[in-house]
């Protein structure tokens, strides 16, 4: 019954958005800008359309803006040119026609992997944000077909760059440096890259392959997806998410989940923090480094997957919850009547677990 109410009040929300004016032939215009050598930093920045960063076989960082508009006129006004920056920024912008429109239409608009940003544009509501000095909007439904799609190849040396692509994905792969994907409403997606990384996505997922370095990734409302890294420190901060973090070499992990879980398997790490609001967190961890967890739960359980030759100290302080412990030789740590935790071994990793309400649960795993 409930399903069937559902379904029929979204079959009348979708019956009441106003069909898209037919549009003649597309209107196509290729810009080009490049970035000397002698700029320390830079930044390439886009409204609509999809980005990607490449490696290229220059010393110069090379844009290519392939416009796409419902009309010559739409698509001669776009422009690609340096635009005012933070001070030491070599910063290029993708410019629209906004004498003409401030709402503009992209047929990508809340695309797979932009949480339920898909649903929102259908039904008409779009991005609106300010951009260039300006307030515009973005939907897949209304406003004047206009939209950028952005090829950028950076030299095959470490760099300095910000990418921004408002509304969107962002694909990156093979580059170096301090680099910095940033998406308003879009999905981002990185491989292979090596330095200081960081991914923001306002509403959409990230998801990273083969990182060297140190990783920082924050989303609003989105999953972050760590599959290999090796470096010094990954963090990630997900507003309404999942986390899933997978064969990770690393000093440290800090984790922030709003609402929504995290699954750490196959890490081999020094020190673990992790702060759920609402959600359960699982560490699977391998290798004899790991010194510290700290894990800090609103209502959530733990579980600690620690291997079979774990040795370690656990204390847990829970409003609700009780401690589970799966080592058979793990002795427990009494305080007064009440058992806080256990002990193994000579105690390596130091383990603390404050929660409202919420399990500890401490097992050798695989």
């Given amino acids: 019954m409930r399903r069937s109410v559902i379904r029929a009040a979204l079959l009348v929300a979708l019956a009441a958005v106003p069909l898209s004016p037919p549009v003649a032939a597309e209107a196509t215009r290729t810009l080009k800008v490049e970035i000397p050598p002698s700029a320390a930093r830079f930044a390439i920045e886009n409204l609509a359309g999809t980005m990607r960063v490449a490696p290229g076989s220059g010393d110069t960082v090379v844009a290519v803006a392939t416009v796409h508009a419902e009309s010559e006129d739409l698509a001669a006004a776009v422009r690609f040119e340096s635009a005012s ?22 047929p990508g608009s809340g695309e797979k992997g932009d949480s339920y940003g898909w649903l929102t544009s259908f039904l008409g509501g779009g991005t609106t944000t300010t951009y260039d000095g300006r307030k515009v909007k973005v939907s897949g439904s209304s406003g004047v077909l206009v939209y950028a799609d952005l090829e950028i190849q ?9 990418f921004r692509n408002v509304v969107g994905s962002l694909d990156a792969a093979g580059v170096e440096g301090r680099l910095r994907f940033d998406t308003g409403s879009g999905k981002i997606t990185l491989d292979g890259i090596k330095g200081e990384v960081k991914a923001d996505a306002g509403s959409g997922d990230v998801k990273a392959t083969n990182l060297e370095g140190s990783f920082d990734c924050d989303t609003g409302s989105g999953d972050c997806v760590l599959d290999g890294f090796r470096g010094d420190i990954v963090s990630c901060d997900v507003g309404s998410g999942d986390m899933r973090l997978s064969s990770i070499v690393a000093r440290k992990i800090t984790t922030d989940a709003g609402s929504g879980d995290v699954l750490a398997v196959d890490i081999d790490v020094v020190e673990i923090d992790t702060d759920a609001g609402s959600g359960d967190v699982e560490v699977s961890a391998k290798g004899t480094r790991l010194e510290r967890v700290r894990a800090d739960a609103g ?35 009494v305080k007064g009547r009440e058992v806080i935790g256990y002990r193994r071994g000579t105690g390596q990793t130091r383990i603390d677990f404050d929660a409202g309400s919420g399990d500890l649960v401490l097992e050798p795993g695989s």
């Fill in 85 to 106: 920056g933070s001070a030491g920024v070599e910063t290029f912008r993708v410019r629209y026609p906004y004498a003409k429109s401030t709402s503009f239409r992209y």
């Fill in 154 to 162: 950076v030299p095959r040396r470490a760099v300095e760059g910000a």
């Fill in 299 to 333: 209502s959530g359980d733990l579980t600690l997957k620690l291997g079979p030759d774990a040795s370690f100290e656990a204390y847990a302080d829970q409003g609700s919850g009780e401690i589970v412990n799966r080592y058979a030789d793990a002795e427990p740590i």
